[in-house]
């Protein structure tokens, strides 16, 4: 089956540590991105990246980074100089011909404590 | 940047009626809008989209317009089903021809009951 994975679901982490979320596709894509989603609002973009070793930050990239070493991977860490880390984190993937027609893997939710 | 405002937030209508949810855009680069339909714990899955240069598409019951002049599309679902509750989200963006970021609306509860 070709899709996007996410590991872990659920994701607990005391305050001051970082943590790395795991995103993983097999459609070949070459575009994949990383969302932001808080109760009640709509998802805001974090860091993309086109191609590999390369990465463009989003609206709210302030405590965050990421890497690209390979196409099929793009894992997302959170760092403790992030203020609100809690929060449900999508990511998506998409071909660079059609860029907009995103599609979105499970989703991790990070909780901060 | 980009701005979507998406209305109403919640929506509640009764199973085989229609539900039409609204969205304005602020920027005229815009030219790809889609739809999203997100299930609880799960991420948003693309449901339908439209570019540009056409004014409606449809697939099955759903529709989506698109008024370029006024900046506002819209998702029309029709005879809904009690599957069809979930969270609606709209989206934005200018087509760039590389990796393009969509502005998202803050999503609409949609609830269908018996």
């Given at each position: 089956?070709?899709?996007i994975?996410?590991?872990?679901?659920?994701?607990f982490?005391?305050?001051g540590?970082?943590?790395?979320?795991s995103c993983e596709?097999?459609?070949?894509h070459d575009?994949?991105?990383?969302?932001?989603?808080?109760?009640?609002?709509?998802l805001?973009?974090?860091?993309?990246?086109?191609?590999?070793?390369?990465?463009?930050?989003?609206d709210?990239?302030?405590?965050?980074?990421?890497?690209?070493?390979k196409?099929e991977?793009?894992?997302?860490?959170?760092?403790s100089?992030?203020?609100?880390?809690?929060?449900f984190?999508?990511?998506?993937?998409?071909?660079?011909?059609?860029?907009?027609?995103q599609?979105?893997?499970?989703?991790?939710r990070?909780?901060?404590? | 940047?980009?701005n979507v405002?998406?209305?109403?937030?919640?929506?509640?209508?009764?199973e085989?009626?229609s539900?039409?949810i609204?969205?304005?855009?602020?920027d005229?680069?815009s030219?790809y809008?889609?739809?999203?339909k997100?299930?609880?714990?799960k991420?948003p899955?693309?449901i339908?989209?439209?570019?540009?240069?056409?004014?409606?598409?449809?697939?099955?019951r759903?529709?989506v317009t698109?008024?370029k002049?006024?900046?506002h599309f819209?998702?029309?679902?029709?005879e809904?089903?009690?599957?069809?509750?979930?969270v609606?989200f709209?989206?934005a963006?200018?087509?760039?021809?590389?990796?393009?970021k969509?502005?998202?609306?803050?999503?609409?509860?949609l609830?269908?009951t018996l």
């Amino acid at each position: 089956d070709g899709g996007i994975t996410q590991s872990p679901k659920y994701l607990f982490r005391k305050e001051g540590q970082n943590v790395t979320l795991s995103c993983e596709q097999n459609l070949n894509h070459d575009a994949m991105y990383w969302y932001r989603q808080d109760p009640g609002q709509g998802l805001r973009l974090i860091y993309y990246s086109q191609i590999v070793n390369d990465f463009q930050k989003g609206d709210i990239a302030e405590g965050y980074s990421v890497s690209r070493e390979k196409k099929e991977s793009f894992p997302l860490t959170v760092t403790s100089a992030q203020k609100n880390p809690t929060a449900f984190y999508l990511c998506a993937s998409s071909t660079l011909g059609l860029a907009d027609e995103q599609y979105f893997g499970p989703g991790t939710r990070l909780t901060v404590t | 940047g980009e701005n979507v405002e998406q209305h109403p937030s919640t929506l509640s209508v009764q199973e085989g009626d229609s539900a039409v949810i609204k969205c304005t855009y602020s920027d005229s680069a815009s030219n790809y809008f889609p739809w999203y339909k997100q299930e609880l714990g799960k991420g948003p899955q693309l449901i339908i989209d439209i570019r540009s240069n056409v004014g409606e598409k449809k697939d099955q019951r759903i529709a989506v317009t698109l008024n370029k002049t006024a900046k506002h599309f819209s998702l029309h679902i029709t005879e809904t089903q009690p599957e069809d509750s979930a969270v609606y989200f709209c989206a934005a963006s200018p087509y760039t021809g590389t990796a393009s970021k969509l502005t998202f609306g803050t999503g609409t509860r949609l609830q269908v009951t018996l």
